[in-house]
């Protein structure tokens, strides 16, 4: 137990010299910091940490910072501090990362009807200005699947939007089922970041809302956050995929390209073929598997891409 405290506190002395060295990246840098001294035993390090991030105006990572703040100060049994800031976050337009992880600790302490409202808040993009299911995402979002079990435990019917986790979950188990190896360990598949664009252009991603790199990794990164959890499983191998290849596979087997089906089957095959796979996730200072240079820790793997 030292040593780990150890370890976390070493880390996070690291963590406060890194956020000095790279200022675009400060809060965000500074929120796993926090977090590294809440494991090193001194949790008033770490509600300075907190405090200075949502001093910042940092936008997301400032309710991140207090989403962690409230987590901490009922672990130190501050419960009168910790309410307060959860009612001083709910007075602000609340976005859907800080919004799923306060409803995550209201349904952990059992206040489920809370709760609710924070899970519909942080699945507030899902839905559409006049209150319709959105585009449905490329993989179901825990979000989604905290929203339908608090619903459950309340003894609510399931809504629509209950019922695309459903389904979704459904297709998601049976995706991973078809593409598992010879070996049955679970995969994925990503398109390499030069071609994101192009697979946008061609049609090729399903249900990602945003357009560019950076929207599109860090919905695959949550998709297999999410899909690891259900199915159980502490790693993936993902399959680095380029365009021309899955056109490829298409075309030879006469398919199109834009199915979900299509995609997943190209997965299993050249798994089964032996085309090299990456395990995920990778260790917190390797390199991020979406190949931008950067420590995963500080990339896909950040606390703001829960």
């Not at 905290?146 to 459950?152: F, H, M, S």
């Not at 249900?207 to 297999?224: C, L, M, N």
């Not at 290849?245 to 190209?266: F, G, I, M, V």
Request: charged share 35%; glycine share 6%.
């Amino acid at each position: 137990m030292k040593d780990s405290k150890e370890r976390a506190r070493l880390l996070a002395q690291e963590l406060e010299r890194d956020a000095v060295k790279y200022p675009d990246e400060c809060a965000e840098i500074l929120l796993e910091a926090g977090g590294q001294w809440s494991l090193a035993g001194e949790p008033d390090r770490a509600l300075r940490i907190y405090d200075g991030v949502m001093a910042m105006d940092a936008g997301e990572d400032s309710q991140f910072a207090a989403a962690e703040k409230i987590s901490l100060l009922a672990e130190l049994g501050r419960a009168d501090e910790a309410e307060a800031e959860i009612i001083r976050l709910g007075r602000a337009h609340v976005r859907p990362g800080p919004a799923y992880l306060v409803a995550e600790f209201l349904e952990e302490q059992g206040r489920l009807e809370e709760a609710l409202t924070w899970f519909n808040t942080a699945c507030r993009d899902l839905m559409t200005d006049d209150g319709e299911l959105a585009e449905a995402k490329l993989f179901v979002r825990p979000e989604l699947r905290g929203r339908q079990r608090v619903r459950q435990a309340l003894g609510l019917p399931p809504d629509d939007l209950d019922l695309h986790t459903e389904d979704e979950q459904a297709e998601m188990v049976e995706l991973f089922e078809r593409a598992a190896a010879p070996s049955q360990a679970n995969a994925g598949s990503f398109f390499v970041r030069a071609d994101v664009e192009r697979a946008f252009a061609e049609g090729l991603v399903h249900g990602t809302a945003p357009t560019d790199a950076s929207g599109y990794f860090r919905d695959v990164e949550r998709g297999w956050r999410a899909s690891s959890d259900e199915i159980g499983a502490s790693k993936l191998r993902v399959l680095p995929t380029m365009v021309d290849d899955l056109l490829k596979y298409a075309s030879d087997h006469d398919r199109d390209p834009k199915e979900k089906q299509t995609r997943a089957d190209h997965l299993r095959d050249r798994i089964r073929e032996g085309a090299p796979t990456l395990d995920w996730p990778p260790e917190r200072n390797a390199p991020c598997w979406c190949d931008s240079g950067r420590k995963y820790k500080k990339c896909c793997g950040s606390p703001t891409n829960r």
